[in-house]
């Protein structure tokens, strides 16, 4: 039985433990992620923001129901916490206090 560290793609968890170098190293990673995320969700919230209130500006209601729902179906594939995720877009959108 080798000891060599099998190769592993960056989405797969190999269960060998990592040297602190390694866990520095992947914790730089996810911050680096972290920062991508928040860019996003800003855009996004941005951009809702902006469709929202030309929708109001025009005579129609901010939200479009089956836009929410379609949102929430392309966020489920990721699971409960899919939908969690997408309700608080919905929440962020809205300047909406999150539901505890």
């Not at 901010?62 to 309700?87: Q, S, T």
Request: glycine content about 8%; some cysteine; hydrophobic content about 40%.
């Amino acid at each position: 039985m080798s000891n060599a560290r099998p190769e592993s793609s960056e989405h797969e968890y190999t269960g060998y433990e990592l040297s602190g170098a390694e866990q520095a190293g992947l914790v730089r990673r996810l911050e680096a992620l972290d920062a991508e995320l928040i860019t996003l969700l800003s855009r996004r919230v941005h951009l809702s923001r902006w469709i929202g209130d030309s929708r109001v500006e025009a005579g129609l209601p901010r939200a479009v129901h089956e836009r929410d729902l379609a949102m929430f179906a392309r966020y489920a594939i990721a699971g409960a916490c899919g939908k969690e995720v997408a309700l608080l877009l919905l929440h962020f959108a809205r300047d909406l206090p999150p539901r505890h």
